[in-house]
């Protein structure tokens, strides 16, 4: 192409992802236009802090304290949102949306909490909104899904899409440590924020849940209705004993229909259409060791799709940092602003008008699970639990006793389900509660095997 033509960006947020934008913006803005065909001009960028925006090297001309300024420039076509949270972030999208500007977001608490009116305000301006890097960070996984697996109807999503989470565990694993001591040890190395809530609760897993849920199954399901459990509760105990009989503990996001889409034959039959109820699940849970999701260690993240057609497919890499996840925000407005001057029709992604799925119970969920009881050493304990969930239907694939190995006197009990549904697990485990020869509350990690 002898004349390129040019597509202007402002950016709200100069901070460590938008910092790292602003830097590949300006330091690689000659390959993305070799690439691309396009000049990406950052024209502005609104930050309340000038003096850390002008570090990075842009005009002090274009720096805005206000991100409303970028509208009353007519060049500025897109608008890159890194500010993150759901109150500023929010107007500051709809209004973009509103001026008729494509938006570009990392912000996935944004897009999970209120992205029903976002996406519907999106398509009824006649633009869109972009945001692989609100997911994954720097893992391709957005469009991978959206684009690369469009023809396939996806049987399951299981993913470790937390890496604060998974760095933790994961040392806890390998030295024995407790939950307290890691997440220390995550806050010192920067893995960890002061305020670890959103990550070690499962909200952060859950924000990207019910995004890739929305992509992966057609199916927009509210942040309050997904199930979420965190680490919080996590016990060395439970780490140690499970590695042992050949488990890794991983806190994983999960969207499984109740009934998968039948695999695409080779004669081309199956691949019924989708359709019954979806499971939607952040929540610890147990490998087998030789999973490849199991070797994923420190702050990495790792999903694993099964599609109708294509069968298994894994995408692994950096979950975040500055740099992984500001490639893919610049990805993301590449491609925007791709569709923009060569009119492919890409607006970036909205939601189906219908759903193809309904969200199901937890209740209804079924796996093998692994318990573990702290009891009293005397005799009738096992049989007392073992008669407790035969009575709701749940049967014993095996248990362990490590016997005194509590100061006190107090052993625990381990015990592997077969296949179970989760009411029936928690009917039993109430029933159990309240036997006079337990110490602590039932621990319950779920087996996806």
Avoid at 28 to 52: F, N
Avoid at 95 to 119: H, M, P, Q, W, Y
Wanted: proline residues 4%; negative net charge.
């Amino acid at each position: 192409m002898s004349e390129r033509c040019s597509c202007g960006i402002g950016l709200i947020g100069g901070g460590v992802v938008g910092g790292g934008v602003v830097e590949l913006l300006l330091r690689r803005k000659e390959l993305l236009a070799r690439r691309t065909g396009i000049e990406l001009e950052l024209l502005a960028v609104a930050d309340i802090d000038r003096e850390r925006v002008a570090a990075l090297g842009v005009p002090e001309n274009r720096i805005v304290s206000d991100y409303r300024r970028l509208f009353d420039n007519p060049e500025i076509r897109i608008v890159v949102e890194l500010i993150g949270g759901v109150g500023v972030a929010a107007e500051a999208v709809l209004a973009s949306l509103d001026a008729g500007r494509r938006v570009v977001t990392a912000n996935k608490a944004l897009l999970a909490n209120r992205g029903r009116e976002i996406f519907s305000r999106a398509r009824g301006n006649g633009v869109g909104v972009a945001f692989e890097a609100a997911v994954a960070g720097g893992i391709p996984l957005i469009a991978s899904i959206r684009d690369g697996l469009i023809v396939n109807r996806t049987q399951s999503l299981l993913g470790i899409v937390n890496g604060t989470c998974n760095y933790i565990l994961s040392q806890m694993a390998a030295s024995g440590r407790s939950f307290a001591d890691c997440l220390a040890e995550a806050q010192r190395l920067g893995f960890a924020e002061a305020d670890p809530s959103a990550d070690i609760d499962g909200l952060d897993s859950g924000h990207k849940l019910a995004l890739l849920s929305a992509l992966a199954f057609e199916t927009w399901v509210d942040f309050p209705a997904l199930h979420i459990e965190g680490i919080r509760g996590i016990k060395d105990d439970d780490i140690r004993i499970t590695r042992d009989l050949g488990y890794t503990l991983k806190l994983l996001a999960i969207a499984r229909p109740e009934h998968p889409p039948e695999t695409v034959g080779e004669d081309g039959k199956g691949g019924d259409e989708a359709g019954g109820r979806l499971f939607l699940s952040v929540h610890p849970a147990l490998l087998r060791n030789g999973d490849p999701l199991a070797g994923v260690s420190g702050s990495l993240n790792a999903v694993r799709t099964v599609g109708d057609a294509v069968r298994e497919s894994m995408f692994y890499g950096r979950g975040a940092g500055r740099y992984p996840t500001a490639s893919a925000v610049v990805s993301d407005i590449a491609m925007t602003a791709s569709s923009l001057i060569f009119g492919d029709g890409y607006r970036g992604w909205l939601p189906p008008e219908r759903n193809a799925y309904e969200p199901a119970p937890m209740d209804d969920y079924r796996t093998r699970y692994y318990l573990r009881f702290a009891v009293r050493d005397r005799p009738g304990v096992l049989g007392n639990i073992a008669t407790a969930l035969g009575s709701h239907r749940v049967s014993i694939a095996a248990a362990h006793q490590f016997e005194n190995d509590h100061p006190d006197g107090f052993a625990s009990v381990c015990i592997f389900s077969h296949l179970a549904r989760e009411g029936d697990i928690r009917a039993s485990l109430a029933e159990i509660g309240g036997m006079d020869f337990l110490r602590d509350k039932p621990v319950l990690i779920r087996i996806e095997d």
